[in-house]
């Protein structure tokens, strides 16, 4: 579509000289002989880019400008002044114009000025586009929650956004802390920054000093090059430390002198440099006890938890399970897929381990299994039903009458309470509601190693 530009002119002969001249140039061209007329034209064809005189009977140019500028800020307007008349422009610009010509007016200047304004107009679009895309991928409309509980996360998380207090975010596995960090980040004064993750716990301890605060050329076998670490690549931007519980005592030494230095320095390198970095943290470890175990530096949990943000487990939060059901179904493409009311019954009593991230998961599976546009409650997977009968008080084993081996159905519910939870320790026991220590003492007991299958 061609792109419309309005020429305000009580002027004739001049009228036609512009329109003529940018109609050359494939533009879809308005004119109007007066500022009343060209108000009017503007409100009926919304142009991308004005042209105005500025002096001219009745409502001068500046009147054109000022109005434009009030209810359609983003309009560019160019003014029309007499050579010689500079001040004038000026003046206008001030007022907001985009820029002036001068009559007489040379034709290819004029059609360089227009295709800068309609370039820079064109850059503002997408400028503000990408700014809504990025508000809409990190604001609140991702943490879905009407509950008690999510609306004081949800009034701490703006109340902090834009401070440049560090942050450590509790709760379990799946209970999506971060996406709080990310709706941190983008509701801070540095959101055009970057926002760098790191996952401390899925980084083998002899790499991760270096992924945190780079190394120099020659540092350790393979070092090649010098390479900056997470700390510098989030420079100006917000550091993401996932499962920070798992950091080995030895780096939490360094990760605090960053902290508090505010400098980092290299593996094998000897001048620590500056970092212009907010940091948040998170982790689904109970850090009390690990700092009662003599694995996390008190010091440090203080120093990240300036502010602290505990995420509830979705069973504390039940009633946000309709809406993220809802949600869920919206997102992986079931917006027209209905949930009956038995269903949804069954999906909010059952416990989800996994939190969030289970629900999205099964709601996902549902959707590209279902045999039509409703959810039945025999649709569910089977787990959901037989938990739900565990609620009810419904007996859920049966034994042979031979007789079972107590020992083997424990290693059963703890190899299952494993699974469930992606082999998050803290997860299962709390999900046994057993201590942590107990569960690793069962797991000692019964031989069971990371990933094993129940059989």
């Not at 309005?6 to 533009?27: C, F, P, T």
């Not at 207090?165 to 004064?189: D, N």
């Not at 990760?255 to 400098?263: F, I, N, S, T």
Request: proline share 4%; with cysteine.
């Amino acid at each position: 579509m061609a792109q419309r530009i309005l020429i305000i002119d009580d002027d004739a002969s001049l009228r036609r000289v512009l329109e003529y001249n940018l109609e050359e140039e494939r533009y879809e061209v308005f004119t109007a002989a007066s500022g009343e007329e060209g108000m009017r034209l503007f409100e009926e064809q919304q142009p991308g880019l004005v042209i105005t005189d500025l002096k001219m009977p009745g409502m001068s140019g500046f009147d054109v400008l000022r109005q434009i500028k009030e209810g359609s800020p983003d309009t560019l307007v160019i003014v029309i002044t007499a050579f010689g008349a500079v001040e004038t422009a000026v003046e206008a610009m001030r007022a907001g114009a985009y820029d002036y010509i001068t009559k007489p007016f040379n034709r290819e200047a004029l059609k360089l000025t227009v295709r800068k304004a309609l370039a820079f107009t064109g850059l503002s679009s997408e400028n503000r586009r990408l700014k809504e895309e990025l508000a809409e991928r990190f604001d609140f409309r991702n943490i879905v929650g009407m509950s008690d509980k999510m609306q004081r996360v949800f009034d701490v998380v703006r109340r902090v956004a834009d401070t440049e207090a560090t942050v450590l975010i509790t709760g379990e596995s799946g209970t999506g802390k971060e996406l709080v960090a990310k709706a941190l980040h983008s509701l801070s004064s540095r959101h055009n920054g970057p926002f760098v993750p790191i996952n401390c716990a899925a980084i083998p301890r002899e790499l991760l000093e270096s992924e945190l605060f780079g190394h120099v050329k020659g540092a350790f076998t393979g070092a090649v090059k010098d390479r900056a670490g997470k700390f510098q690549l989030a420079d100006g931007g917000t550091l993401f430390l996932d499962e920070v519980g798992d950091l080995p005592v030895d780096l939490q030494a360094k990760l605090l002198r960053a902290l508090q230095e505010r400098e980092v320095s290299p593996v094998g390198g000897e001048a620590p440099r500056k970092i212009d970095v907010r940091v948040l943290a998170a982790t689904n470890a109970e850090l009390d006890q690990a700092i009662e175990d003599g694995k996390f530096r008190e010091d440090l949990y203080y120093r990240l938890a300036v502010i602290p943000i505990h995420l509830p487990p979705l069973r504390e939060r039940r009633e946000d399970i309709s809406l993220l059901v809802r949600h869920f179904a919206g997102r992986h493409g079931g917006a027209q897929v209905r949930f009956d009311d038995r269903s949804l019954q069954i999906l909010r009593e059952y416990s989800w381990p996994g939190n969030v991230r289970e629900l999205e998961n099964t709601v996902e599976r549902l959707l590209i299994l279902r045999r039509g546009d409703t959810i039945e409650p025999e649709d569910l997977p089977a787990q959901i039903g037989r938990r739900r009968a565990v609620a009810a008080g419904t007996k859920v084993l049966n034994l042979p009458d031979e007789g079972y081996s107590l020992e083997e159905l424990e290693r059963e519910a703890v190899l299952e309470a494993l699974e469930r939870t992606g082999w998050n320790q803290t997860a299962a026991a709390r999900f046994l509601r057993i201590p942590r220590h107990t569960l690793l003492y069962r797991m000692e007991k019964y031989h069971i190693t990371q990933g094993e299958k129940k059989q």
